[in-house]
């Protein structure tokens, strides 16, 4: 049962465009979502986060918007870098962000060109 | 930087044997959180502690499993009789309050051969 889906397991974009990471969920309990960047041998790291009363959240170069009728978000980086290489997790929480535990998509992994 | 860190990086165990991974997660932070991701598949959540007890644990924490704070600083995941299927990465982490991120430690590479 997957509550948390990333079709694309993986994409790539040239340096300096944009990359766009899609995230789907289904359950409409969740009501806080992250998304986390991993490297080989690396713990996930924190990217930015939304709230299910918002719509789009703004750090530096990553945007995420959220559309909760469609249950989707998504990550825009832009403009990507080569260092921006790596599998981003979409995660979503029930709770708030951080008393329950954190859903978390099988990742995208984003491979950024020079 | 305060960080969450595990030990070790990686165990090997055989079969049977009881395995504890070690954390210690970031000082003033309240909520830790035990991950794991079996190679090639996601990152699956497998409990939460808070104020000294399991506040949430999903299927995969069975009787097996067991964690423990006991001391100020590190927090400990207990495997007491590994099996093949527990190889994975397992990874610690910590958050402060509501409404905040987690921070995830590097991991610990468990193989049980």
């Known amino acids: 049962d997957q509550q948390v889906k990333q079709n694309s397991p993986s994409l790539s974009v040239q340096e300096g465009r944009i990359s766009i990471l899609n995230c789907d969920y289904t359950?409409?309990?969740?009501?806080?979502f992250l998304w986390y960047k991993k490297y080989p041998a690396e713990g996930p790291t924190f990217l930015i986060s939304?709230?299910?009363?918002?719509d789009k959240n703004e750090d530096g170069r990553f945007t995420v918007f959220l559309n909760k009728s469609a249950k989707h978000l998504s990550l825009h980086i832009v403009p990507s870098q080569p260092g921006d290489s790596a599998v981003y997790f979409c995660?979503?929480?029930?709770?708030?962000?951080?008393?329950?535990?954190?859903?978390f998509g099988k990742g995208t992994k984003l491979s950024v060109k020079p | 930087e305060p960080e969450v860190t595990q030990t070790p990086s990686h165990q090997v165990t055989q079969m049977g044997q009881e395995v504890i991974l070690r954390c210690v997660p970031i000082?003033?932070?309240?909520?830790f959180y035990w991950y794991r991701q079996i190679l090639g598949q996601k990152v699956e959540f497998l409990v939460s502690?808070?104020?000294?007890?399991?506040?949430?644990k999903s299927e995969i924490f069975d009787d097996q499993f067991s964690v423990e704070r006991p001391d100020g600083s590190n927090f400990t995941l207990k495997i007491r009789s590994t099996k093949l299927e527990d190889s994975a990465m397992y990874f610690c982490?910590?958050?402060?309050?509501?409404?905040?991120?987690?921070?995830f430690g590097q991991g610990t590479r468990l193989t049980v051969v």
């Open positions: 995660a979503a929480s029930r709770y708030g962000g951080s008393q329950g535990n954190l859903i």
């Open positions: 939304i709230s299910s009363i918002k």
């Open positions: 000082s003033n932070h309240l909520y």
């Open positions: 502690f808070y104020n000294n007890e399991i506040s949430e």
């Open positions: 359950n409409s309990m969740f009501d806080y």
């Open positions: 982490a910590s958050s402060g309050d509501t409404n905040t991120e987690a921070f």
